[in-house]
């Protein structure tokens, strides 16, 4: 008979962001002379080092080009197996690092991304492990690195990218360097043992944040104990309830607006291709809220929760944000029929809190957290 995989074995992926970095460490060892080796290994985020597969490399001084395959491991998705590339060329013996898209990789045209319109779509964190991955190799020189992705373009067009605003490619993304398994049936596998473990040393109060970004937030911002923040993915409901089944009595969820702004509509599964109503939820209670038509409609043109709350933070109108972690906070108690006490705290890409509420606020002093939110 046929066992379920042990969570163990589920094989992690890496991200574009890190295939690019790999690449263009590559590039660079074989423009300084280096033989092409079998494998690279580059720096992550959290201060760990990855080990990748290289594809293959080629040099033309004063250029030199490497490959590797995009892995998505046991998640694989839209980009995994894609060929990502990096183009590495000498400028001078002392200088910065360029580092912009090429083929395949696209172009924000919209604003309200974390990348500037007018730049190649290669998120910040990426673009930060590309540079640090060329200075293992080229310490001070000038070069130029440019991130090319031969079938991106037409892999663009089964993403999100067009309606963001990305033209052109796909993104080059990823916020720890890794992809864990995050299908259900993997997340559930990989994830609830977490969740034990958060009982196992006697917290009844945690924090659960879709991704990487949330659980930054939590542990550094907040002082919450790792073991206390789950990352939950998009398994909002699946979570709350796997948490009130096991005890516990008091939730934080942290996390961007993009995500949470769902659970202030009463959405538990917050895959955008499950349910995507976020900037409907929002126009809807910012006219709720009086404010204006034109407001409203510029707001409804805008690609991102992120733009647009922005510009809605820029009018003085945190208090709606205010009011979303609150009805968040009240739709996710009456999901588990008052089973948990819940606070919300939603973010910015960046990490500033912009709504959150009483409750929030609450959980993190009873526990001795650090509540570090300006009034």
């Known amino acids: 008979m046929a066992r379920d995989k042990d969570r163990h074995t589920w094989r992690e992926g890496y991200t574009t962001g890190s295939c690019a970095a790999g690449a263009a460490k590559v590039a660079c060892l074989l423009l300084r ?32 080009k490497a490959t590797i395959l995009k892995n998505g491991g046991d998640d694989a998705d839209i980009t995994h197996g894609l060929e990502i590339q990096a183009v590495a060329r ?7 690092i360029h580092i912009q898209g090429g083929q395949g990789v696209g172009t924000v045209t919209k604003k309200g991304l974390a990348i500037e319109v007018g730049k190649s779509a290669i998120n910040p964190v990426p673009r930060q492990m590309i ?17 090319e992705v031969p079938s991106g373009e037409a892999t663009a067009l089964r993403t999100l990218n067009p309606r963001l605003g990305i033209i052109g490619g796909i993104s080059i993304l990823g916020t720890s360097g890794i992809v864990r398994p995050m299908s259900e049936e993997a997340f559930k596998t990989s994830i609830l043992p977490e969740l034990d473990q958060a009982v196992a040393y006697g917290h009844k109060s945690i924090v659960l944040t879709p ?55 009463g959405i538990f599964h917050t895959h955008n ?28 043109e805008l690609p991102t929760t992120e ?38 705290v939603m973010t910015l890409l960046n990490g500033q809190p912009i709504g959150w509420d009483s409750a929030a606020r609450k959980i993190v002093e009873e526990q001795g957290w650090k509540w570090s939110i300006e009034p």
């Open 33 to 64: 002379g280096d033989n092409i080796p079998e494998q690279v290994d580059i720096p992550l985020p959290n201060s760990a080092r990855l080990m990748l597969p290289i594809q293959g490399g080629e040099t033309e001084y004063p250029l030199a």
């Open 307 to 344: 733009g647009a709350a922005s510009e809605l933070l820029l009018l003085g109108e945190q208090r709606l944000f205010h009011h979303l972690a609150r009805l968040a906070s009240e739709r996710a108690q009456a999901f588990t029929f008052g089973r948990l006490v819940v606070g919300t």
């Open 90 to 96: 000498f400028i001078s013996p002392q200088g910065d």
């Open 273 to 300: 291709r499950v349910a995507d109503a976020r900037m409907e939820i929002l126009v809807a209670h910012a006219a709720l809220a009086g404010i204006k038509m034109d407001t409203l409609a510029r707001l409804a």
């Open 131 to 147: 540079l640090e991955a060329v200075r293992e190799v080229f310490p001070q020189e000038e070069l130029e690195i440019i991130i």
């Open 211 to 265: 991704g990487h970004y949330g659980f930054r937030v939590a542990t550094e911002r907040f002082k919450v104990p790792s073991e206390a923040v789950i990352q939950m993915s998009n398994f909002v409901g699946f979570l709350l309830e796997e948490a009130a089944y096991r005890g516990i009595e008091k939730v934080i969820l942290l996390g961007h607006i993009g995500k949470l702004i769902k659970v202030s509509g």
